[in-house]
């Protein structure tokens, strides 16, 4: 079993930025894959950025330029750097990982189908 706990949410004005971290076991393993989603009310959960093992990443073309994705392997801690945040960055953010896991080079988002281990979330509000 993986674990992953995510925090760091909170409330900013746009423009502003957040970090988000995640605690996971995910990178004790020597394959792993490590990514973030968000979901808005009344929306879909959606992939916002993923690493992987190969230091690999891939964002979604909406954060892509704002949001930074990285990870500190001596703490098992992953990130998300949040910078030019805009209301439509709303939303519960979530970690998940997959064990073991390569992303490839297609670049796409990560998929919400391919992470068994989830956290709870952490809540980010953006006001205008």
């Known amino acids: 079993q993986v674990s992953v706990v995510e925090s760091g949410g909170g409330s900013v004005q746009a423009g502003g930025s957040l970090r988000l971290s995640c605690a996971t076991s995910?990178?004790?393993?020597?394959?792993?894959?490590a990514a973030w989603f968000r979901q808005a009310p009344g929306k879909e959960r959606e992939g916002v950025a993923a690493l992987d093992s190969d230091d690999t990443t891939t964002y979604a073309a909406s954060v892509k330029g704002r949001f930074t994705i990285s990870r500190d392997n001596a703490k098992n801690i992953l990130y998300l750097q949040m910078n030019s945040l805009k209301p439509e960055d709303t939303g519960m953010y979530y970690c998940?990982?997959?064990?073991?896991?390569?992303?490839?080079?297609?670049?796409?988002?990560?998929?919400?189908?391919?992470?068994?281990?989830w956290g709870q979330g952490t809540q980010v509000t953006v006001s205008s």
């Open positions: 995910a990178f004790t393993y020597s394959s792993y894959c």
């Open positions: 998940a990982a997959d064990t073991p896991c390569v992303l490839g080079g297609s670049g796409s988002p990560p998929y919400r189908s391919q992470y068994p281990y």
